[in-house]
């Protein structure tokens, strides 16, 4: 018990004195979490968008492989891409293994289902209750659908968000392709499964605490962004410069 | 007068469901045509087949190649961005730009009497004045043809007169109107032309004296005795 309380004496410190081994881990768990999921988001919410309201032979089947991607297991992500980018892999030539790169590309690989399948509901719904009439004024499929993601732009943020969640809370793909090298590779979620595995457990409840702190703010924000219905903001520049 | 749309012998079905059948008719430049019915009787089926939402599984729509058409609908919806916005948004999707759909809706904007709520969400508006923003929508686009899903059907009685005031309007300036309703005063008010429709079926297509005079369609359908009693609105 006097372990646990002086531990998290200790971690407490560390927060309150912004160690710098503990401010870089988190700099760079932040850094790779946004970076993977910029890239995840944009891809997804533009296909999910447009899967929402193309209709093609073998949507079902595509769907329905996307929904089972949801479920994928990080370290399977990590797996994959490892054997992707080892030196005998297709993409061995990169030379990313081991890197910041290559844990971008596994956790937006392991974002990208998430991203993609929650627009896609959220375009395909409001495309049935409402692209008659986007269809009555002239708009075709592809405008259709950018208008219903800006339409339902609180729900995508929300999407953006847990997307946020799911890439900094997962450790097993950053693990594999990153290599938990420190300062140059460790990130919050594997220092912590390091830390705890030597013992040093201040370390590592200072980082599940950040963690923590960091999964609140998310919440928060989804919560703020349930309350936000739009405001009277002109069409994005996006919507008025497509297609 | 001028044809401006026909319909020949359409049918339409949703896999076994027969919405509707053998329906022939010409629409005719500056005429307002009511189309009513019970219930499920294909009255926003044939407007959408009219606007081209759905194509027929038979026969053939035939339309002006000159002309303009737009539709409004039962409950109209608006983008989350302004009323201003959402009026230009038609004129640009139908090839406007921008800056010059931004400065065509304003007039639209004061038809309706919504010029100042024009910074306002559109989301935010009651219902008889989306509906209104939903007219300026399609009076922006200088339709030859309005076509409007029961326009009038979620309104209030006060919101109600006021977009029937809009469709004199538009009709005293040429624009021809049809129009489905439950509602045989607003159809008397409005209409100079009546389609009684029975389970996609024509049943009648008369001007509106002839219709509501004439005990004819009484004799031909007891659904159609009782929908003119206001039983089967």
Redesign the interface.
Known sequence: MNSFFDSAATALSLMIHFDPALVAIVLRSLAVSSASCAIACFLGMVLGAWLGVARFAGRGALLTVLNTLLALPSVVVGLVVYLLLSRSGPLGFLGWLFSFKAMILAQSLLVLPVATALTHRAVEEADA??G??L?????RPL?RSL?LG??E?HVLLTVLIACFGRAISEVGAVMIVGGNIDGFTRVMTTAIALETSKGDLPLALALGAVLLLVVLVLNALIALAGRW???????PPLA?TAA | MTTLMQLKCVDLRFGRVTALSQVDLKILAGQRIAVIGANGSGKSTLLRVLHGLLRPSAGSVLRDSAMRQAMVFQRPWMLRASVWSNVALSLWIRGRRWREAKEQALPALARVGLSELALRNASTLSGGQQQRLALARAWALRPDVLLLDEPTSSLDPHAKREVEALMEEFARDGMTLVFASHNLGQVKRLATRVIYLEQGRVLADLPVQEFFNGPLLARTSREADLFLKGELA
């Open positions: 209750h409402h008659e009439q269809a009555s004024i002239g708009a405008l208008l800006w339409d732009r219905h739009g405001s009277a903001a002109d069409l008025r």
